[in-house]
């Protein structure tokens, strides 16, 4: 039978997300959930790429497998935890609102209430799978690095006191830990609480963000190193035209999550 999934977000991320998986015989998407308001362009993408789903401002209460969180670090209290409790499993691309205290421990208290399991998908970043086996054996540092476009960079705090478009070198826009990069920057910097997670903390992870005019990717860096020896790891991830702080990757991570669940052979 297939699997039906709601779909929490319906920007970049999640209407290419539909497109790639439009013609999956085992996914259905169900339903497409967005800010009351906002449900006109959802109808939309569902014309086009997800006949039969609903589109509506919450999760329905029956008939979902899965809830494929792509909106926003807001989704996750709204939406992930109530559905987590029902017992509805959840895939988050949103990981850095795991940032704010309190929330890891509510989504385990609510996924072990309804005894399911929420996933924390890689997104934008690689070799989560390595710093988390490296964690078992002690990691002794964990370094971030994540730089990106000027315009990428728009409405963040990253314009405060600088002016991106006269940007005329690569500038530090923030140094410190994850936690507080994942919080500041909500939607640029989810890739730090996911390497943060994964590794040392969000307090033991250092970060810097950096506005980059001489860049056009999104760059991630990764220098790790513990008992297993030491990696260093370099992204350059193209973004989405949709989203310039966001990378393609991320939608395919998501799609790869999706498919993972119905796939007789996940690698
Ligand atoms: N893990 C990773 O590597 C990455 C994670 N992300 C996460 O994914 C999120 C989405 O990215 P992207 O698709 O590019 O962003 P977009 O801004 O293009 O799309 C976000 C969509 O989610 C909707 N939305 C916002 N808040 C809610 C909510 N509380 N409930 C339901 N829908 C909501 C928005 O509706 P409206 O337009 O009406 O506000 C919009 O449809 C980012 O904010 C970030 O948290 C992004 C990049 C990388
Ligand atoms: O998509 C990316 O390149 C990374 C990103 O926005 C994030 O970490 O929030």
């Given at each position: ?140 540092t964990v370094r971030y690095t994540g730089r990106k476009p ?118």
């Amino acid at each position: 039978m297939a699997l039906r999934f709601a779909l929490i977000g319906c920007g970049a991320i999640g209407t290419a997300l539909l497109e790639l998986v439009k013609d999956d015989a085992g996914l259905i998407a169900a339903a497409i959930v967005v800010p009351a308001g906002s449900e006109a362009d959802a109808h939309t993408v569902a014309a086009r790429v997800a006949h039969g789903a609903q589109v509506l401002s919450a999760v329905p209460a029956d008939g979902i497998d899965l809830v494929v969180e792509a909106a926003g670090h807001t989704a996750i209290e709204q939406h992930v935890l109530p559905a987590l409790q029902r017992g509805v499993p959840a895939i988050v691309a949103s990981v850095g609102a795991l940032s704010a205290p309190g929330l890891p421990e509510q989504l385990e208290a609510a996924a072990r209430e309804g005894g399911t399991q929420v996933q924390l998908i890689a997104g934008a970043i690689g070799a989560i799978d390595a710093l988390a086996a490296a964690r078992v054996g002690g990691l002794e540092t964990v370094r971030y690095t994540g730089r990106k476009p000027p315009r990428a960079w728009k409405g963040t705090p990253a314009e405060e006191g600088r002016d991106l478009d006269a940007l005329g070198a690569e500038t530090v826009i923030f140094e410190g830990t994850a936690r507080d990069a994942a919080c500041l920057f909500p939607k640029n910097a989810n890739v730090a609480a996911t390497v943060s997670l994964a590794g040392l903390g969000l307090d033991r992870t250092t970060v810097r963000l950096i506005a980059d005019p001489a860049v056009t990717e999104n760059v991630h860096e990764v220098e790790a190193a513990g008992a297993f020896g030491r990696f260093e790891l370099t992204m350059r991830n193209q973004p989405l035209a949709a989203n310039p702080k966001t990378s393609a990757l991320t939608v395919y991570s998501a799609v790869r999550a999706l498919r993972g669940r119905v796939a007789p052979l996940a690698i």
